[in-house]
């Protein structure tokens, strides 16, 4: 029997891109494959009755066949390590006040 995608934490691709230099810098123009997300229900998290999908963009070393120079992938949440920072031995708290889960 084969593994469910739900079971598993490896790198989702949900999508691509290119980028863009306008008037005010550089853009992502990215294109979500929903049937991905679809095949891949663990990505949407649900928070206080709103769904969401963490994104990770990055840019390709090299472009495909089609100029597409944009990775979008599912971050997943199990694999985020909190920031922690130490500035003379005193670690930066974390502000707890806000419920987000990002």
Known sequence: MQES???KSDTVYLGNGKTATGQYGEFYNIT???NKVK???NVVEEFKGTKFIRL???????????GKN??????????IKPKTQETNNNPV??????????
């Open 93 to 102: 708290q974390q502000d707890t006040s806000n419920p987000l889960p990002f």
């Open 70 to 79: 944009v990775n979008v992938v599912w971050a997943d949440p199990s694999k």
């Open 5 to 7: 995608n739900t079971q």
């Open 56 to 66: 990770r963009i990055s840019k390709k070393q090299q472009p495909d066949q089609y």
């Open 32 to 34: 979500i494959n929903l």
């Open 39 to 41: 095949e891949n229900p």
